[in-house]
């Protein structure tokens, strides 16, 4: 049973964390520096209204000079007449979309709009990304495909091992003409009981792995 709890959780927290890679990516749309805000602001709730796109946000050209002192960790404009950032919308996609040939359609698509200038993201990470999370997830499966195999076999064993241990009480039954269905009875009983028994501690176990990567993981998977 923990077997094939662990099996479950595998496929699930692999999925959850390859959707939470994909969707946190950022998409920067910088604008042109003569765009009004209202057409800024209209551009971004066009996005917002797109299929593909999980979240936007509108960054101006002060937010932006402040987010590059952050980084840099210096005032760089005081060098500068003026700030030479443009304003920019900050476009997340959703997993299904965050691939590179849906990408490529997308800021196509994006680019068209009068008041983009151009849209820049770092296609080698996507691409990086793209191909280690589907590496990833073959592995996964395979994993998957292994565990599943024992936990079958473990429990073709168990039944095996359970009748050739009490073949000759079984075979003395047959001869007295017990029934098959009175012979299986006893053991159908204890087999549902031990197979409760193992549920709950093999929930328990589940429980605490889940919990565990919660604690390592925090919002990269939501079990």
Do not use: H
């Amino acid at each position: 049973m923990f077997l094939l709890g662990i099996i479950s959780l595998l496929y699930l927290s692999s999925s959850q964390i390859n959707n939470y890679v994909k969707e946190n990516i950022s998409f920067s749309v910088f604008i042109k520096e003569d765009a009004k805000e209202v057409d800024i602001l209209k551009l971004q709730k066009m996005l917002d209204a797109k299929p593909y796109v999980k979240s936007t946000c509108y960054i101006t050209k002060d937010m932006a000079a402040e987010q590059m002192k952050k980084d840099l960790g210096e005032s760089f404009l005081e060098l500068l007449s003026e700030n030479p950032l443009p304003p920019s919308i900050e476009v997340k996609y959703k997993a299904d979309y965050a691939v590179p040939d849906s990408i490529k359609k997308i800021e196509k698509e994006i680019s068209q709009y009068p008041i983009v200038e151009e849209m820049y993201y770092q296609k080698d990470l996507v691409y990086i990304i793209y191909k280690n999370i589907n590496t990833i997830s073959f592995f996964v499966l395979l994993i998957s495909l292994f565990l599943l195999v024992v936990a079958v076999a473990l429990i073709n064993n168990t039944i095996r091992l359970l009748i050739y241990s009490k073949r000759f009480l079984i075979k003395t039954m047959q001869l007295v003409g017990a029934t098959k269905s009175f012979i299986r009875a006893p053991y159908v009983a204890k087999s549902l009981y031990q197979g409760i028994i193992a549920s709950f501690i093999a929930m328990a176990l589940i429980t605490a792995v889940v919990y565990f990567l919660q604690l390592q993981l925090g919002d990269m998977i939501n079990l």
